[in-house]
């Protein structure tokens, strides 16, 4: 079992930056996929970027250029920078934990608003 707690939302001004934060905790294995994801109102979740336990990282093309996905393995922390926020970044920011099972866990989310 693994845990996901997601922090760092809040209300920003158009064009602000904002660093979410997800801490893992329990049972995290050696290999694994972080991601980020978001659902704003009556819309899909959607993928924002990905982070695998042996560095690789994937972008959005839909924010590509905009937000970064980092990890600190030390800490079990990932983070998501979010810069040049719009008002369409408005949503429900998810952290995600896939292992190779293919078991997902989710953190419960934490909101961001981007006023314009």
């Known amino acids: 079992q693994v845990r996901l707690a997601e922090s760092g939302g809040g209300l920003v001004q158009f064009g602000g930056s904002l660093r979410l934060s997800c801490a893992a905790s329990?049972?995290?294995?050696?290999?694994?996929?972080t991601g980020w994801y978001r659902q704003a109102p009556g819309k899909q979740r959607e993928l924002l970027a990905l982070?695998?336990?042996?560095?690789?990282?994937n972008v959005a093309d839909s924010v590509k250029g905009r937000f970064t996905i980092s990890k600190d393995n030390a800490k079990n922390m990932v983070y998501l920078q979010m810069n040049s926020l719009k008002p369409e970044d408005t949503a429900v920011y998810y952290c995600?934990?896939?292992?190779?099972?293919?078991?997902?866990?989710w953190g419960q989310g934490t909101q961001v608003t981007v006023s314009s």
């Open positions: 995600n934990y896939h292992d190779p099972a293919g078991n997902d866990y």
């Open positions: 982070c695998h336990s042996g560095g690789w990282t």
């Open positions: 329990g049972s995290i294995l050696s290999i694994y996929t």
